[in-house]
């Protein structure tokens, strides 16, 4: 029986000790993973900012769409330019 006791007390230890380093290690590890987390968070890149679409460029004056209106007449008139191209031209000047 003194072997026996002797058996299960040497078991309980090495149980114990296995238990406690195993814990340590754990213990361990997870402060280690917690600061490496926490230094990949300080050194990531910040989210990019949103930028405004810029504002739209300023539509010509009436003057300069007169200009090209009159142009654009005068090209018709030299035969440069067909009916039909005469209008998609105009209708793109008077959109834009």
């Given at each position: 029986?003194?072997g ?23 213990r ?55 009916e039909?191209?005469?209008e ?9």
């Amino acid at each position: 029986m003194p072997g026996l006791l002797r058996g299960v007390a040497r078991t309980a230890v090495v149980a114990g000790t296995a238990t406690a380093v195993s814990n340590r290690v754990s213990r361990r590890q997870a402060g280690r993973w917690a600061d490496q987390q926490q230094q990949q968070q300080q050194y990531a890149e910040p989210p990019p900012q949103q930028y405004a679409p810029p504002p739209p460029a300023p539509q010509a004056g009436m003057d300069d769409k007169l200009a090209q209106l009159k142009e654009l007449g005068e090209l018709k008139a030299a035969g440069v330019l067909s009916e039909l191209e005469f209008e998609q031209q105009k209708a793109r000047i008077l959109a834009g």
